[in-house]
C-alpha cells in the first residue's frame, strides 16, 4: 500500500518537472 502510494508521487512528480522543462524550452 506505502509502496502504491510512493510509486503515484513519483509518477506525479516526475510528471510535474517533465512539464516544467517542457514548458521552459517552449520559452525558449
Same mark, same amino acid.
Do not use: D, E, K, P
Given at each position: 500500500?506505502a509502496?502504491? #502510494? #510512493?510509486? /503515484?508521487?513519483? /509518477? /506525479?512528480?516526475?510528471? +510535474?518537472? &517533465?512539464c516544467? #522543462?517542457?514548458?521552459? &524550452? +517552449?520559452? #525558449?
Amino acid at each position: 500500500y506505502a509502496a502504491g #502510494i #510512493i510509486y /503515484l508521487r513519483t /509518477l /506525479l512528480w516526475m510528471g +510535474s518537472i &517533465v512539464c516544467l #522543462i517542457m514548458m521552459a &524550452v +517552449s520559452f #525558449i
